[in-house]
């Protein structure tokens, strides 16, 4: 195991990093901008040091100021957490090559599932199913358009760097196609430098289900069941859960398999998410692959028990898995609630100083959270304030410990995404767990 890591992150990622760190008797050193000198995450890391001012671009993905503070530090690894620079290739490469352990896939992984559309042509080989479209980019408009009739209209045009849900746009017949594809081409390469676009077919309201997996160094893949991600907006995740309630065990089951003999065949290890789409009839698509632990991934340790931020840990280090599959079982139910400060009118983010803070508690209650009383929202970074989680023995259970949860939870002072969680909750269609992508457009338009 490692003595001493660095944290390339903020937020709740790098005190959730910290926790791990902790609990295996690891030293951790947190960076920070001089804007989040008064941050949890630098009060509970071993060591801090600052990597520049509060622009992301100036300290948190500036590679330069986060290697000179591991060679200053004396660090084994880095743990990239999610978002910044965790999904940059170059960056993982660069840390291997300075003598860190980088905490994550190799950067040849990243990269290739950077591009979403080489990493579906990729996916394909391994015989994962992927959604009907072109193979690969497509040059012009005039191409696009004669295979979107071919596939069949409703599509979708979508950036092959994307993330973040840019760069993406549905085209419903030839009239709308090019202005979509246009669109999708000029939100691609001012939001990635990469205008290359590629097209699938549009699924209707599918649900955004993924499975967690995990490779070690010494050829062995894992799955930690799904994720159920559906629940959206502007194609951004607002609550998840595990396991899915819309997939029954054999379909489950299926699903695991082909993604853990993809990772397998990849080669890949440490942590990873494969992104599916399901259809009506149960049909499954690949969409991508996150090569980082997710937003999302508590869900999954409540309902599995697994540590999974102290496995990147175990892996990275070159530990082989000590669990087999059969020793991964769904126990319960688990919801996650992203508590953003943003106003729950327009959805704009609503930064400010947190006047008032208490979080709830009680059986099956885990709050991911880095703000506290006085604590000042900054207009840099994220929205996102606190991570809600709960479990429960079965789905009903959650949904009223999450109700409860969610009426317990005080944050004056900003505006937050709270009310809109609270509205969720009494939809019948959420309760009844009968939904897609598009329930946020279907029941809050
Ligand atoms: P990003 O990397 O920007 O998050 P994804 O490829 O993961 O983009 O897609 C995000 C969301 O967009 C999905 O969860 C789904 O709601 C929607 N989406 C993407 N591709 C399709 C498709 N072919 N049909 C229907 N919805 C889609």
Same mark, same amino acid.
């Not at 926790?19 to 901008?33: I, M, P």
């Not at 045009?157 to 196609?177: D, P, Q, T």
């Not at 951004?236 to 082909?258: F, S, T």
């Not at 609630?337 to 983010?349: G, M, S, Y």
């Given at each position: 195991?490692?003595?001493?890591?660095?944290?390339?992150?903020?937020?709740?990622?790098?005190?959730?990093?910290?926790?791990?760190?902790?609990? /295996?008797?690891?030293?951790?050193?947190?960076?920070?901008?001089?804007?989040?000198?008064?941050?949890?995450?630098?009060?509970?890391?071993d060591e801090a040091v600052c990597i520049g001012p509060a622009p992301a671009k100036d300290s948190y993905r500036q590679i330069k100021n986060i290697i000179a503070a591991a060679e200053i530090a004396q660090v084994d690894a880095i743990h990239p957490g999610y978002g910044f620079l965790s999904e940059n290739a170059e960056f993982a490469h660069i840390c291997e090559e300075c003598g860190f352990t980088f905490i994550g896939p190799k950067s040849e992984h990243i990269e290739m599932m950077g591009n979403k559309s080489v990493a579906k042509e990729t996916m394909k080989k391994f015989g994962v199913p992927v959604v009907p479209g072109s193979d690969g980019p497509v040059p012009s408009v005039e191409v696009g358009l004669a295979l979107a009739k071919k596939i069949g209209f409703p599509v979708?045009?979508?950036?092959?760097?994307?993330?973040?849900?840019?760069?993406?746009?549905?085209?419903?017949?030839?009239?709308?196609?090019?202005?979509?594809?246009e669109l999708a081409r000029g939100e691609a390469e001012q939001a990635f430098g990469n205008g290359e676009v590629y097209i699938e077919k549009y699924i209707e309201s599918p649900r955004h289900v993924e499975v967690?997996?995990?490779?070690?160094?010494?050829?062995?893949?894992?799955?930690?069941?799904?994720?159920?991600?559906?629940?959206?907006?502007?194609?951004?995740?607002?609550?998840?859960?595990?396991?899915?309630?819309?997939?029954?065990?054999? /379909?489950?089951?299926?699903?695991?398999?082909?993604?853990?003999?993809?990772?397998?065949?990849?080669?890949?290890?440490?942590?990873g998410t494969?992104?599916? /789409?399901?259809?009506?009839?149960?049909?499954?698509?690949?969409?991508?692959?996150?090569?980082?632990?997710?937003?999302e991934h508590p869900v999954t340790e409540m309902i599995t028990g697994y540590d999974l931020v102290q496995l990147q840990l175990k892996v990275a280090s070159g530990e082989p898995f000590k669990i087999k599959q059969?020793?991964?079982?769904?126990?319960?139910?688990?919801?996650?609630?992203?508590?953003?400060?943003?106003?729950?009118?327009?959805? /704009?983010?609503?930064?400010?100083?947190?006047?008032?803070?208490?979080?709830?508690?009680?059986?099956?209650?885990r709050i991911d959270s880095n703000v506290y009383n006085d604590y000042r929202v900054l207009p840099y970074y994220d929205s996102m304030v606190a991570k809600l989680i709960v479990s429960g023995k079965?789905?009903?259970?959650?949904?009223?410990?999450?109700?409860?949860?969610?009426?317990?939870?005080?944050?004056?002072?900003?505006?937050?995404?709270?009310?809109?969680?609270?509205?969720?909750?009494?939809?019948k269609a959420y309760v009844d767990g009968d939904f897609g992508t598009d329930f946020i457009e279907r029941y809050f338009s």
């Open positions: 195991m490692f003595r001493k890591i660095l944290i390339a992150n903020r937020g709740e990622i790098a005190l959730r990093i910290i926790r791990a760190c902790k609990e /295996l008797g690891v030293k951790s050193v947190a960076v920070y901008s001089d804007v989040d000198k008064e941050s949890l995450h630098v009060a509970f890391a979708i045009v979508k950036a092959s760097a994307g993330g973040g849900g840019k760069g993406m746009r549905v085209a419903i017949n030839e009239l709308a196609f090019r202005s979509s594809f967690q997996v995990f490779g070690d160094k010494h050829g062995h893949a894992l799955h930690f069941f799904e994720r159920e991600c559906s629940i959206q907006r502007r194609h951004q995740k607002l609550l998840e859960e595990a396991p899915c309630i819309g997939i029954d065990q054999k /379909l489950r089951e299926k699903m695991g398999e082909i993604s853990v003999k993809a990772v397998k065949s990849l080669g890949y290890w440490n942590a494969i992104e599916y /789409l399901v259809d009506k009839h149960g049909n499954f698509y690949f969409m991508e692959m996150n090569t980082r632990i997710q937003v059969s020793d991964i079982r769904v126990l319960g139910h688990a919801i996650e609630c992203r508590i953003n400060a943003e106003d729950p009118e327009t959805f /704009l983010p609503s930064p400010g100083t947190i006047t008032d803070y208490y979080a709830p508690g009680g059986v099956g209650v079965t789905r009903a259970e959650a949904i009223a410990r999450m109700r409860r949860s969610l009426d317990e939870f005080i944050i004056q002072g900003i505006k937050t995404s709270i009310p809109l969680h609270q509205q969720i909750m009494d939809v």
